[in-house]
């Protein structure tokens, strides 16, 4: 049997498995188990915990999406983490190891939780993109979306700026856009559209997940790409399907993340 925590962060769902004394042997047919809504437990991205690396951090998180593969970053996954590892004892602030690097986060008064997901990549072999263009401006189109910015939050991101995101066919386009050949690691697609009070609107699809109620290191891509584009002053309020996260691109160039996080059950999964 393997012990878990089911968690969420606005809808953004994770099976969370400790496994920091090493007992457990997850091989990727049992991860995709396990994410398997029908089948499984279910979740958006099943996330390991591991004894820290380098002795900086204080655990370290694996991510796998519902293929069973592994990718680098989950931004409402690690406030999650941090959330469960600070719960553990009297810390309000630890750092979460991932492939990535170690994100620094912090419990506020509020009970929300703040993660620094580090610095955006922006280089075009960064993302990476199948050929050398500008990430401002990207080659790529759905018609009649196009023109869209490109941002590595740990992981790859093509953000669309739109009159309105609500009226995206985003089931359509989304599986599309994730495959197209200009991303050789496929991407999470976001559509965003600003809001008359200033906030954005935020519509993710995410590589190998879909449609998802939340998607943390997309919300970082967003502020990053909307403030490329003068749309937001370094920061914003970003509202996903799930709720509200609150994010900022500070002048030394790392993007804090804000939100809440939530508790749902505890299981055992019988192999």
């Known amino acids: 049997m393997i012990p878990f925590v089911k968690m969420h962060g606005l ?101 929300t939780v703040s993660v620094d997901m580090g610095e955006p990549r922006l280089r075009w072999d960064q993302i990476p993109l199948a050929r050398e263009m500008d990430t401002l401006s990207v080659d790529m189109t759905y018609i009649p979306y196009s023109d869209p910015v490109a941002v590595n939050m740990g992981n790859p991101h093509i953000v669309f700026f739109v009159d309105d995101a609500e009226a995206v066919p985003l089931e359509e386009c989304g599986p599309v856009l994730e495959n197209d050949p200009l991303l050789p690691e496929r991407a999470n697609i976001e559509f965003v559209s600003k809001n008359p009070d200033g906030s954005l609107r935020m519509r993710v699809w995410e590589r190998t997940a879909g449609i998802t109620q939340a998607c943390g290191s997309g919300a970082c891509a967003v502020v990053v790409a909307a403030t490329r584009r003068g749309l937001v002053d370094r920061k914003a309020r970003i509202h996903l399907d799930g709720g509200a996260l609150d994010l900022e691109w500070r002048e030394d160039g790392h993007v804090i993340m804000t939100g809440p996080t939530a508790f749902s059950f505890r299981g055992e999964w019988m192999q």
């Open 11 to 111: 809808g953004n769902d994770f099976v969370i498995v400790d496994d920091r004394d090493g007992a457990f042997a997850l091989d990727r047919a049992t991860r995709q188990a396990m994410a398997d809504r029908r089948r499984g437990i279910g979740c958006d991205q099943l996330l390991v915990l591991e004894k820290p690396n380098n002795g900086h951090g204080d655990v370290f998180m694996r991510v796998y999406n519902p293929d069973g593969g592994e990718v680098e970053a989950c931004g409402n996954g690690t406030r999650c983490v941090a959330a469960l590892v600070m719960d553990e004892g009297t810390k309000d602030a630890l750092g979460v190891e991932t492939v990535a690097g170690i994100l620094a986060s912090t419990r506020n008064p509020d009970d």
